[in-house]
C-alpha cells in the first residue's frame, strides 16, 4: 500500500477568505493562483452561482513543504473545543525565558491580527511552555 504524502487542513468557519487570509499571515502562507481562465480569485467567485460565491478559500506553503489549509463556510458556529488544533513552532529548541519571550512576541503579533489570547501553559516536568490563542473565529491553536 502507497503511503500518503501529502493531506489538506480544513476549517469550517463562517467566513472563508477571511480566515484564509489571518492564517496566510500567521504561517507566511500565500493564496495560490486562481484557476485557469481567471485573471482573479474575485472573478473565479462571480461565476459561480450566488449560493456558492464565498464559501470556500484557501491558503499553501510557498515552498510546498507544509500542508495546504482550506477554509469551507458552513451554516453553524464553532460552539465547542476543536478536537484537532494547530500547533504554531515558533519556540522549537528554546526553554526558559528566551522561550517565553519569543512565545510572547508572536503572541502580540498575533493579537495584532485578530487573535486572541487564552492562556500560557507553564513549562512542567514533561513540557515547555506553550501559548493558547484563537483565530479571528475562535478556533484554538498554540504557540508552542
Known sequence: ???IKQFQVTFDCAEPERVARFWCEVLGYVVPPPPDGFATWDDFDR?????????????????GVGPRLFFQ????????????????RTGTGLVGEERLATLEAECA?????????VRLLPADDDNES?????????NE????
Open 73 to 88: 463556510r458552513v451554516p453553524e458556529g464553532k460552539v465547542v473545543k476543536n478536537r484537532l488544533h494547530l500547533d504554531v
Open 130 to 138: 506553550c501559548i493558547v490563542m484563537q483565530d479571528i473565529e475562535g
Open 1 to 3: 500500500m502507497a503511503s
Open 47 to 63: 461565476s459561480l452561482p450566488p449560493e456558492d460565491q464565498g464559501s470556500a478559500f484557501a491558503c499553501m506553503d510557498p515552498s
Open 109 to 117: 503579533r498575533l493579537v495584532a491580527l485578530g487573535a486572541v489570547r
Open 141 to 144: 491553536f498554540c504557540l508552542d
